[in-house]
């Protein structure tokens, strides 16, 4: 998917997923990657919602799942698609 001006315009001004993080692609490797991104990120400001989005809906399920158990009180979101990312 290829992000219009417009649309990364409405993004950039939206209040909804101004403390987000988010991950698209998780895999093997992104899942690490993804785990140790929001684990810093989750000790600096446990106000911060954690997005994560990959085709395979057990990827997000699986990582969800950790993550919460490790992180009690973590906010984890599964966006199906990354146009759900950008506008929640």
């Not at 692609?25 to 810093?40: I, T, V, Y």
């Amino acid at each position: 998917m290829r992000l219009s001006a417009r649309c990364l315009q409405q993004w950039s001004h939206n209040p909804l997923r101004s403390k987000s993080i988010s991950f698209i692609g998780l895999g093997r490797m992104g899942h690490e990657m993804a785990f140790n991104l929001f684990s810093k990120r989750f000790a600096e400001d446990n106000d911060t919602e954690f997005v994560v989005c990959d085709v395979v809906p057990k990827f997000t399920i699986k990582f969800h799942e950790r993550f919460t158990t490790q992180f009690p009180g973590a906010k984890v979101a599964i966006a199906t698609t990354p146009e759900e990312w950008v506008f929640p």
